[in-house]
C-alpha cells in the first residue's frame, strides 16, 4: 500500500511527512490555484524536502500541449515526477505518443474501466478513479476500483490503481480492505483515519499509573548504555 498526500499546500506537507510513512505527494489543477503558488516553485520545493513521488497535473489541453509540458515536469525529476493527464480523448492520445519509459505518466479523472484499461494499454504507470466522485453519481466507487482491479490483473498489466478523491477515514478503510495499491487522501483525513480518543485515553492511563510509582516519564532515568 502506498500513501500519498493530496495537496499542494507545503506547510501542511511538511506536518504530516513527521508521523505519516507517506511515499508522496499528489496534486491537480484545483489544489495548486488553492494554494495560490506557482506550480514550479512548489515542485522545487518539495522534491528538496520529500524524498518519494510528486503526482503533478498538466493544464494543457490538447495532444500536443501535452505532451510539451509533460516533457517540461518531467525534466525536473525523471524519476519521481509523474505526469498527471486526464484520460479525454486528447490525454489518451498523448498518453499513446509519450515515451512512457522516460517520462511516468498518471492517468487520471478515470470514471470508467475502459479509461482505466485503454490508459494502461498506452503505458501509464498509475490510473487514479476518483471514488467518492462516483459514490456522488450514485454508483459505487468501490466496486468501480475493484473491477479496475480485476480488469488490470486480467490483461496482467502491471499499472498500479491509486484511488483518488478519498472523503474520510470510513473510505480509506474500504480501500485497505480492497487491497488497493495506492491511495491519495486529504492531510486532514489522514489525521482523522490514525487519530482515537481512546488511544490518548490509553496513554494518559499508562502515564498515571507510571508517575504513581516513578518521578517521571522515562523508562528508567538510572539506566547506562
Ligand atoms: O487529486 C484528485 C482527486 O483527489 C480529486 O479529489 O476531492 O476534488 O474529488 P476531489
Redesign the pocket.
Known sequence: MEYYV?TAEIDKIKKIINWLPLDGV???P??VAKSNRKVFETLSELLALTKGAVHVQVMGQDRDNIIKEADKLSSLNKDRIYVKIPVSKEGLAAIKDIDTDKVNVTA?AVFTVSQAITASKAGAKYV?P?F??VNKIEQSGLILIKDIQFSLNNYNYDTKVLA????NAYDVKELYKLGVDAI?V?PEIYEQAHQHSLTAQAIEIFNEDWLRVFEDLNIDSDFQV
Open positions: 493530496d499528489t496534486m491537480n484545483s489544489l487520471t487514479a476518483y467518492s466522485r483518488a478523491s478519498v472523503k491519495t486529504p
